[in-house]
């Protein structure tokens, strides 16, 4: 057997290449699963964006200066395993290279799942690390999967800024602007954001996108990126940039004197990523979704933060698969020439936002 990965240029994200590599065998206590499915959306040119600052390419490393595989969320299958606890045929759900298989090692495993204990990746943020079990999962149905790869991460981001602002009561704000609205943890965020009362949701997005982002029913508004001068410039705001765009964002530090808060989530207009240092107003935080994760674990403990994720998870879901008018449209790519173009289209910024790109290597 033998194991094919995807691999990116961290300094130039649209040169690609394939590796493959002969499978070893297993240590004690290890399993090898192949990735049966795999979600690939802008979040994930996040992930190689910030790859290096965020330690995202620590997750699967290649051993090779300069290549990185970008991490992606899907579900897999035990195909071999050392480890008592985790028998062959399980179905899990979590973090995974771009590629056809990969070596795991389970720890502290539990009935609902258990932690990869690679040593790589002691480090690394718990949430990553974990891979949940199928049959146990509160989330997951069969039929649903697609879904669940594509959005349930980006949503956990989504339900987790919507929940910051609202812990800061937004830090005394009453309109959020949110780039890139088209994007699925940007129409995420506003479909909580508009379940608060007395909050308005303008997103800001292409002209080309602007109908989308409208049929979704959570935006006040929807403004193109030339049409901030619509928005007071006195108006108390709060700023949550998906695109990453340093142009825009220097746009909106200079017209918006009245700036409560400036959120750097992720990087979708790639070309334009910059530096975010001096910018009037405040200052520019990187959101950092598994900090927030840890704060409500502590404070509504595991079960409680659970229920309530689930809950606003099911509402969503239910809301993007409308029928007569579904959110999202599932597209499969099978193969490593439909992997890459799938890569390449997601990467450009330029797809269709009602797209979901699921890929097997």
């Known amino acids: 057997m033998s194991t094919t990965i995807l691999q990116i240029r961290k300094d130039h994200l649209p040169t690609t290449r394939w590796h493959e590599r002969a499978d070893e065998p297993l240590a004690p206590g290890q399993v090898r699963v192949r990735i049966d499915r795999f979600a690939l959306t802008s979040n994930n040119i996040t992930y190689a964006a910030f790859g290096e600052a965020m330690n995202y390419w620590r997750f699967y490393p290649t051993g090779e200066e300069g290549w990185g595989v970008i991490p992606v969320w899907g579900f897999a299958t035990v195909v071999e395993s050392t480890h008592p606890e985790v028998p062959v045929g399980e179905r899990v759900y979590g973090y995974f ?95 909580q954001l508009a379940q608060r009362e007395g909050i308005e949701v303008v997103g800001l997005t292409s002209p080309g996108n602007v109908a989308f982002c409208e049929s979704l029913g959570c935006y006040s508004r929807v403004l193109t990126y030339d049409q901030l001068d619509a928005i007071d410039a006195d108006a108390a705001c709060v700023y949550v940039d998906f695109a990453g765009n340093s142009d825009l964002r220097r746009a909106i530090h200079t017209r918006f004197v009245n700036l409560k808060h400036s959120s750097s989530i992720g990087g979708t207009h790639v070309e334009h990523l910059g530096a975010a240092k001096d910018l009037p107003g405040p200052r520019a935080t990187l959101f950092f979704a598994p900090a927030q994760i840890k704060k409500r674990a502590t404070e509504w403990g595991p079960a409680g933060l659970n229920q309530r994720l689930v809950a606003a998870w099911q509402a969503f879901s239910k809301a993007v698969a409308q029928p007569g008018a579904p959110w999202l449209v599932v597209q499969t790519h099978h193969g490593r020439a439909a992997v890459e173009a799938a890569y390449a289209q997601v990467l450009s910024g330029r797809g269709d936002p009602r797209l979901g790109h699921m890929l097997q290597v």
């Open 97 to 191: 290279p771009m590629a056809s298989h990969t070596v795991l090692t389970p720890v502290r495993v539990s009935a609902g799942g258990w932690s990869d204990g690679a040593p790589h990746r002691a480090e690394l943020h718990p949430v990553y690390n974990q891979l949940t079990r199928c049959a146990t999962d509160p989330f997951y149905t069969r039929d649903t999967e697609d879904v669940q790869a594509l959005l349930r991460p980006l949503f956990t981001t989504s339900w987790l800024i919507d929940d910051f602002l609202a812990d800061n009561d937004f830090f005394g704000a009453r309109v959020v602007v949110l780039s890139s609205a088209s994007s699925k943890t940007a129409y995420g965020t506003a479909f």
